[in-house]
């Protein structure tokens, strides 16, 4: 079992900057894939950026390249996601999930809130 606790959402106005962390614990971090995910009001969850267990390798949607970067720190079990430049659009509810490598995302967090206003 892999625990996950998302912090950092907020309200920030269009331009702003927020950092989300997803803090893990319960299985050994650096095996793990981490992702982040979004769903806003309406919409279907989408994945917004993936980093894989060395945080060497990274994959960002690309309504979010150059704006958002997604990284990891196995010392401290927790991953990130950077996000500049916040548009309204970007208003959903975030969440970091997590698998094992050639395994589905079998672990989430309980998501957290960020809202962009225009």
């Known amino acids: 079992q892999v625990q996950l606790v998302e912090s950092g959402g907020g309200l920030v106005q269009a331009g702003g900057s927020l950092r989300l962390s997803c803090a893990a614990s319960g299985r050994t971090f650096s095996t793990l894939i981490m992702g982040w995910f979004r769903q806003a009001p309406g919409k279907e969850r989408e994945l917004v950026a993936v980093i894989w267990e060395n945080g060497g390798s990274t994959y960002h949607i690309n309504s979010v390249k150059g704006r958002f970067t997604g990284s990891r720190d196995n010392a401290k079990n927790t991953a990130y996601l950077q996000m500049n430049n916040l548009k309204p659009e970007d208003t959903a509810v975030y969440y970091c999930?997590?698998?094992?490598?050639?395994?589905?995302?079998?672990?989430w967090g309980q998501g957290t809130q960020v809202t962009v206003s225009s």
């Open positions: 999930a997590s698998r094992p490598s050639s395994a589905s995302w079998a672990y």
